[in-house]
């Protein structure tokens, strides 16, 4: 949990730094001031003013409309939100439906970026079953949202009463000057929105979604809207990006008004309302009745999605352009490329000589540049046959770097500190990791406490047990039985653990950094869901099995 020491101070003026500066001195009082809080819940309203600074959203700013309210809170009040949310974080991810990947811990926007690139593929040929996304957009979505509804929201989820004191304590009693020009004006109170630039902000605001994502799941078991095609399998109904949605639904007019009747429930419930304007719909198999059928029933537009075309129409200020660079070449021009090409008589003379007889129809005639042991060459390489360890380690959709390494350690290559000692080069034995036994091979990756947390963890969301040796491990890899997604999935898990633990041996030793295993499964999980999401376009039905079984 760190705070930027130059960020931009709150109404007492007092910036992290400046408490930082002055720890001896003031560090005792910000402890007991932070205890007190928590001991009472009572949050002087000195400690949660706020100002409100006005971000332009665009140049030209003309209107209050067109500007973003940014919230700078004071120092004790970050740190108080930021230890709340130090306590909410870890437990989001067991509270949030999985539909909302923002502001979650240990989920990425791009999985549900890459999920709904999948559902809307072929959408601009209009053709197969019934369809439709509907992109809805919540106006104001921060500063609308009502406080009740928050921490009815909390209630229903079990966080403890007293948890639920302090952030009522952090949410409902700030009060607001607004920063303009240089000086500060005003003095009022809000009744309802949570501040952008408070840190627990994002974590409330996602509860408050989760309801709205419980209502559509609801409504579609209940058949007041249908399932997108191929999606009532998984019964997935939307996604969450923060506050914008992407609704799924078969194509018709009752699934549409289905959509809006959720929506308008969760609007009198949470005062989080639907800009009409900036709300559209995409359709796939409609026909042009249809399609106005439903933009007359919905009030929404119909948006249209990015077409890939090979022609594209210039505007005239372009074609200006691109005349003035191709305009035919005057007289005087031509009369000097004719000098020039007397010049170059003499060249087109060895041309002739040396070149056209290499030239057959208008098309290079070379001569192979293979060897004439080609054929020979390529049936011996036919021939090789990998054993079942080289082809888990190279399999095709590897991370090279990562399989590289992995090689590396099969044959045990790779200057462990017991390898060192043996060529004679002074060096300390003990394992980089643990700083407690010898390090060698199997130390290092498999019987060190570090490593091993960091397997357990790995080893669990591949369903494997891990074991204590380089060689067991290897042998578990050849004999798995299991389906070809969970095998690539498996490697590819297996050898980023490798290459991981490896790097944070050599920053400790080369760099002095230090991260904690939890980090490391973290970054595991992270190249995983990288390397899923490049493989979607060569294999979209293997990437997505993939992603679900990762994701699980």
């Known amino acids: 949990m760190k705070l930027n020491a130059n960020k931009t101070p709150g109404a007492d003026g007092y910036t ?52 973003r309210p940014i919230s700078c809170c004071n120092t004790l009040n970050k740190v108080i939100s930021k230890l709340l949310v130090h306590r909410l974080k870890p437990i989001l991810p067991a509270l949030i439906l999985p539909n909302q990947t923002a502001f979650v811990q240990g ?50 989820l079990e966080i403890p009463y007293d948890f639920i004191r302090w ?26 929105g949570l501040r952008q630039g408070d840190p627990l902000s994002p974590c409330l605001f996602v509860i408050a979604m989760n309801y709205l994502s419980t209502l559509l799941d609801k409504a579609a078991a209940e058949g007041k809207f249908g399932y997108h095609y191929r999606c009532a399998e998984s019964k997935l109904t939307h996604l969450c990006f923060a506050d914008d949605l992407l609704i799924f639904t078969e194509g018709s007019i009752q699934s549409i008004q289905g959509v809006l009747d959720v929506l308008s429930d969760f609007q009198s419930r949470s005062g989080l309302a639907t800009s009409i304007s900036k709300t559209c719909f995409f359709s796939c198999g409609l026909s042009h009745i249809e399609v106005e059928q439903i933009k007359q029933a919905s009030n929404l537009t119909h948006g249209e999605l990015l077409i890939r075309k090979s022609e594209v129409l210039l505007d005239g200020q372009l074609s200006a352009q691109i005349e003035k660079y ?26 002739n000589a040396v070149v056209a007889d290499l030239v057959v129809d208008g098309a290079w005639s070379l001569p192979p540049a293979r060897s004439e042991q080609q054929v020979s060459l390529y049936s011996f390489i036919s021939t090789i046959t990998l054993s079942e360890t080289n082809q888990n380690i190279w399999n095709p959709w590897g991370i090279p770097k990562h399989s590289f390494l992995m090689w590396l350690f099969v044959l045990n290559r790779c200057p462990t500190r017991d390898r060192l000692i043996n060529w004679g080069l002074p060096t300390a034995p003990n394992c980089l990791l643990c ?11 498999f019987q060190c406490p570090f490593a091993w947390s960091v397997w357990l963890t790995v080893a669990a969301k591949c369903n494997l047990t891990p074991l204590p040796t380089w060689n067991q491990t290897m042998l578990a890899l050849q004999s798995l039985c299991c389906a070809r997604r969970q095998k690539i999935l498996t490697l590819l898990a297996c050898q980023a653990t490798v290459y991981l633990l490896w790097t944070e041996r050599n920053n400790r030793l080369h760099r002095q950094v230090f991260r904690s295993s939890d980090s490391i499964v973290s970054f595991v999980s992270t190249t995983i869901r990288t390397k899923i999401a490049s493989m979607r376009e060569a294999s979209p039905a293997l990437s997505s099995s993939m992603f679900a079984i990762w994701s699980a």
Request: hydrophobic residues 40%.
């Open 16 to 67: 992290s730094g400046f408490f930082k500066a002055g720890w001896a001195l003031l560090g005792s009082e910000v402890i007991s001031s932070i205890s007190a809080f928590l001991y009472t819940g009572f949050l002087p309203s000195a400690t949660n003013a706020t100002v409100l600074c006005l971000v332009p959203k665009r140049p030209g700013a003309s209107s209050i409309s067109d500007y």
């Open 107 to 156: 989920r990425l926007l791009v999985e549900n970026t890459v999920l709904a690139a999948e559902i809307i593929h072929g959408y601009h040929r209009n053709k197969g079953p019934k369809r439709m996304v509907i992109k809805v957009d919540i106006a104001k979505a921060f500063d609308t949202i009502s406080w009740d509804f928050i921490f009815t929201c909390l209630e229903s």
């Open 167 to 192: 952030l009522q304590a952090c949410v409902c009693t700030p009060s607001f000057c607004v920063g303009y020009n240089g000086t500060v004006q005003g003095y009022f109170k809000s009744k309802r």
């Open 326 to 351: 191709s305009l035919p070449l005057d007289q005087e021009a031509n009369r000097r490329w004719e000098i020039m090409s007397l010049l170059d008589r003499q060249l087109d003379a060895f041309w």
């Open 435 to 445: 700083n407690a036994l010898a390090e060698s091979r199997d130390h290092l990756f």
